[in-house]
């Protein structure tokens, strides 16, 4: 039953023009897409050696580790007595210290976590993606989307969290139901040819799980899609019990709608990933590589550039005493703008101005333990979000050790805007009842459960002051703030200079970028 | 800033009649949908204490867990050398010998495996969820939906494959347009009320990702859901270019729509599992508990009862030889009707022409090993599944090990209907070239990354002889089948006898339904 290569190949249609073909679909691959060009290579013998990295987050260290590789002689200075930055993971027996000076000693069981900053990584952030893979940071899926998570509106169904799954499969039925139903009644003649009518109406069928009148109703068919009211089971007395849509006015009037798209996003779809243990596994991997380049505990006075060099002048973060003078032939600065813009520098009076305007952004994220995992034990949720109205906006269940006993940390909370406010004047711990109090609306267990919280506001995050930079007119002054000058020693980088504010793929992309900058004027200079 | 719990609660708008809600919603998980009552309990002393239990898959082996853990003296045969049945994995080193007698020996690297059974377990399957909790099996997400995987037919967009993200973007796009667009124009004014009508129209523009004037083109806004031409990034020309949508015309004729929602139905949602390392972890847990009562490499011969008890005679399926007797008060038979309908009982008419009447659907699972991951490196896809309308189906990516290097493992083709007996008939080694044939036509790789494969029809498996079993007709069978006679001592189990065959849900919940009615009967006989 055998057959040559020769006799599959046309058996299965394929002749000598497809081959060309595959060619070009082997090539479709990110490269198409992508921003990050590989591995960067920097050739070449550079005017001037000595590179001060001022800021060892994710940007800084990127910059640090690949200067170190092309022979650049790297020296990071650094706020905290880590590296990371914003990739930051707080742990049992963590302390944390806010611009108010209150410090929060973290309380969870070994091995929980919550991760203040990022907590996500899209299939297409590519460069750190390969820098999880160069440097060994293993990966695990997020979950992001969770059919079984709530959608919960105080005004909406008494209050009463609702499913995921009820609200997305019935708004979709219902939409189907009504577009199926316009266009066999013709009124959609104008818009849609003859030759798609009848695949269209076919295809909402499918999409919406219509009957073959084109109805939304109760049955097995859609109970395969939003749930039995019983499950089907085994043995006796096993058949299922469909379960009752709710009607398109009860989501249309309830707006819980408003949530249904958000994992199809380009930045939430599936696969999205976390690092397994803690975002700051990938700070920590980059530490091992140029650990041993940073200066910890470093505060930045002052960036000064002239025609030969850059000076850096610092102080002990935590005593500071006597300054100390550091200087390079080229500096990259990753430190925020909101932090650059109290010290003294000589940028060019255009970028001085933006390093000026530049608002960050604050927000406010809450690590609640529990003392055990009710959100899957009792309410079947595995990862994943459910959105609310009420102030903090979200509660998001941990991506990991699925069905373990023992404690549980949730996101209590992802607050943006004027709610970010409101937990920003308080004190953590009563933030923290804020939100376990919230929370109560959406899981009963709460009160009984809870166990201990953390709450980061970023406005109060000393070495940052905010969650990301939004440029005053990003459009007029993005291009000349990015770019480094002919006459300039000095290359800004970070997430603030991408158009992937406020995720770590836009600081090393901004990174990589910055340096390329760097190398281009030290070899041509 | 310190308030009291009252102040807090009256401060969130939470009143004394809440607190009933509350209580109510504790009691909304699970318990309400499922089958699944909990960890059984058999109380009361049985009248006979000894049963048999035929077969060591999933159903087998919770009776014969359970059954001991009520004091019960349980013995269990099984055909093959090893227990699990169809929960089944397939690693390096291993053979597997089918029923034309043709042995294939996996040649996967170290870790690497296929799952040639079930593969998935869906957050709602409460018994198998449950029995690896207890028995410290560890899952982790299956990826079932992949917006970067692709969706693919021959004779769409000239056989070049499309992402996922493309198709179902634009055709939620579209959709939205033409409804947002009738509904505006007052086409639908008989259908929606005034007071839904500009709601639905918002939803719509958010569901679709609409313009204010309800058109869906190319912009920012839909490159964020679809993916852009160009990715933004970080420094210098780091602006992102949207990519262009395409048109509703071009989807519908394609009818790659039909695989829009498979990733929406309750069975395929939102967090689904699989074990960390293969799905026979499960089977090998199970194991640990039970397996000092197998007897391995026991075929069962003929299964009789009568009003003292059951006899079951069996030989051993390697050698045959004399067979040997054994007897029971009672017997839960797990053995597919595909078999036990070759075999000598004395089971009551109704059911014995049950057993002959089921016919078990053949399926076909191919997997395949790539000397890299070029699914991942090449072309951004981490798990997930592509959908395509030649023979394999489908091809699923491995939903583990992301970024690693060494050799990956694909279900190269999941093969159903007229499909599965085109490869039946053929040899492992010529199904597996076709695979790989036809996977080619998707990935270009394929020829030149491929290193190894085995291929599974389940029509050929020697001790179950299909996937699963489809009743002649279950609406005027199943209940007497699954009911054990008052005067009956065997009570029959197995997935086959659930509303969710081919699940191993259906396979435990069958078997505890079935121990149940054991159990009554020894108490009340």
């Known amino acids: 039953m055998s057959m040559t290569r020769r006799e599959l190949l046309t058996a299965v249609g394929m002749t000598a023009g497809s081959a060309a073909m595959y ?6 691959g990110h490269a198409q897409e992508s921003t990050y060009q590989g591995r960067i290579e920097l050739e070449g013998e550079p005017n001037g050696r000595r590179v001060l990295v001022l800021g060892a987050g994710l940007a800084g260290m990127t910059a640090a580790l690949e200067l170190r590789n092309a022979g650049y002689e790297v ?24 611009i108010a000076g209150v410090t929060q000693t973290v309380e969870f069981e070994d091995g929980n976590y ?3 900053g990022p907590w996500r990584i899209p299939y297409n952030h590519h460069a750190i993606l390969d820098y999880c893979k160069r440097l060994g940071v293993r990966l695990e899926p997020f979950i992001q989307k969770n059919h079984n998570a709530y959608l919960h509106r105080s005004d909406a169904f008494g209050g009463t969290p609702q499913r995921f799954r009820h609200i997305a499969t019935d708004y979709r039925g219902h939409v189907a139901e009504l577009l199926a139903k316009a266009t066999d009644q013709g009124m959609l003649d104008a818009e849609v040819t003859e030759a798609d009518r009848d695949l269209l109406v076919d295809s909402l069928r499918e999409y919406g799980v219509l009957t073959e009148d084109n109805a939304y109703v109760a049955s097995e068919a859609t109970s395969d899609y939003r749930g039995y009211a019983r499950d089907p089971g085994g043995g006796r007395d096993a058949a299922p019990t469909p379960s009752e849509p709710l009607s398109l006015n009860e989501i249309l009037q309830s707006e819980l709608w408003r949530w249904i798209s958000d994992a199809e996003s380009i930045h939430h779809q599936n696969t999205i990933f976390q690092p397994v243990g803690g975002m700051d596994m990938i700070a920590q991997a980059f530490e091992r590589e140029v650990g041993d380049l940073i200066t910890y505990n470093a505060k930045v006075i002052s960036m000064l550039q002239d025609d030969a060099g850059v000076t850096v002048r610092y102080e002990d973060s935590r005593s500071g005493g006597e300054p100390v003078d550091v200087t390079g032939d080229w500096c990259v600065c990753t430190i925020p703008f909101s932090i650059l813009g109290q010290m003294e520098h000589n940028l060019p009076s255009d970028k001085a101005r933006v390093v000026d305007t530049m608002y960050y952004e604050g927000s406010v994220k809450f690590g609640l333990e529990f003392n055990r995992r009710f959100w899957e034990e009792d309410e079947d949720i595995y990862g994943g979000i459910t959105y609310t109205d009420l ?19 949730l996101l209590g909370g992802y607050v943006w805007g004027a709610n970010a406010y409101q937990f920003n004047a308080m004190a953590p711990e009563d933030a923290v009842r804020w939100a376990v109090e919230y929370g109560s609306r959406i899981h009963a267990q709460y009160p009984e459960e809870f166990s201990s919280g953390v709450c980061v506001s970023w406005h109060r995050v000393p070495w940052v002051l905010g969650c990301y930079g939004i440029w005053e007119d990003k459009a007029r002054d993005y291009a000349a703030t990015v770019q480094m000058g002919p006459d300039e020693r000095i290359v800004l980088a970070g997430e603030h200079l991408s158009y992937l504010p406020a995720w770590q793929e836009g600081a090393i992309l901004s990174a990589l970028d910055a340096i390329q900058q760097l190398h281009d004027h030290a070899t041509n200079g």
């Open 23 to 28: 060619h070009a679909m082997a090539t479709l």
């Open 75 to 98: 020296q990071v200075l650094e706020y905290r007595e880590k590296a990371g930055g914003r990739c930051w993971t707080l742990r049992g027996g963590d302390d944390y210290t806010d």
């Open 114 to 116: 919550i991760n203040p």
């Open 391 to 409: 102030p903090i906006s979200l509660i998001s269940y941990p991506s990991a050790d699925y069905l373990s006993g023992g404690k549980g940390v």
